[in-house]
């Protein structure tokens, strides 16, 4: 079955920390993305990476940045969190133009 | 120009009836097309993809691709209370797969 774990379902944090939010994949694909999602919004895509150790900035990439070391794992890191990231925080995988799969979420609260 | 917009909803409708989505995107280059649909408090799940022009049914629920005009749109038939969600279009090419803002639908019992 398939699956995209992310490392928290809530997250409380305070203002200027540096979070780090990760997610796993155990499908093998090669693109995976980061989305936050606020009411009205819809998903914003703040990166993607279609391979190891490769990234792309999304649309609000502005106060995150990314890491891909091995294929299955994608990391999201708030270099110092603000209160206007607090979000839900969606990771997904998927193969090439093929649908994506979703993890669970992670509620980060920045305070 | 956002790269995805769908009818902005809510939209209301009474169980039994279809509900009618729309979609149209900005990038002429795009590959695939997607229809998610997002309960309360959970992750999208894929309900319906698209890649080439015209009709795709499956089930209750029908694609509808139109490569010229860059709209995509999903119809559900005989509409159900628990397809009450929100509806998310979604659009890849060059590796990127970007969203709209979604549609919320209520099926009225």
């Avoid at chain 1, 944090?13 to 606020?38: A, I």
């Avoid at chain 2, 970007?98 to 639908?105: H, K, Q, R, Y």
């Amino acid at each position: 079955d398939v699956k995209v774990t992310q490392s928290s379902r809530y997250l409380v944090k305070r203002t200027g920390e540096k979070v780090f939010l990760e997610c796993v994949q155990d499908m093998d694909h090669e693109n995976m993305f980061w989305y936050r999602q606020d009411p009205g919004l819809g998903l914003r895509l703040i990166y993607f990476s279609y391979d190891v150790k490769m990234k792309e900035k999304g649309d609000i990439p502005e106060g995150y940045s990314v890491s891909r070391e091995k294929k299955e794992r994608f990391s999201l890191i708030l270099e110092s969190a603000s209160t206007n990231q607090t979000s839900m925080y969606l990771c997904a995988s998927g193969s090439m133009n093929t649908e994506a799969f979703f993890g669970q979420g992670t509620r980060l609260t920045v305070v | 120009q956002k790269e995805v917009e769908q009818n902005s909803g809510p939209l209301s409708v009474p169980e039994g009836a279809i509900a009618s989505l729309n979609c149209t995107y900005s990038d002429r280059g795009s590959q695939s097309f997607f229809w998610y649909r997002q309960y309360s408090g959970k992750s999208p799940e894929l309900i319906m993809f698209i890649y080439s022009n015209g009709d795709k049914e499956d089930g209750r629920f029908t694609a509808q691709l139109n490569k010229a005009s860059q709209y995509v749109s999903l119809l559900i038939r005989d509409s159900q209370p628990s397809d009450s969600a929100t509806y998310l279009c979604a659009v890849t090419g060059d590796y990127k797969l970007s969203f709209g803002a979604g549609t919320t639908v209520t099926v009225r019992a």
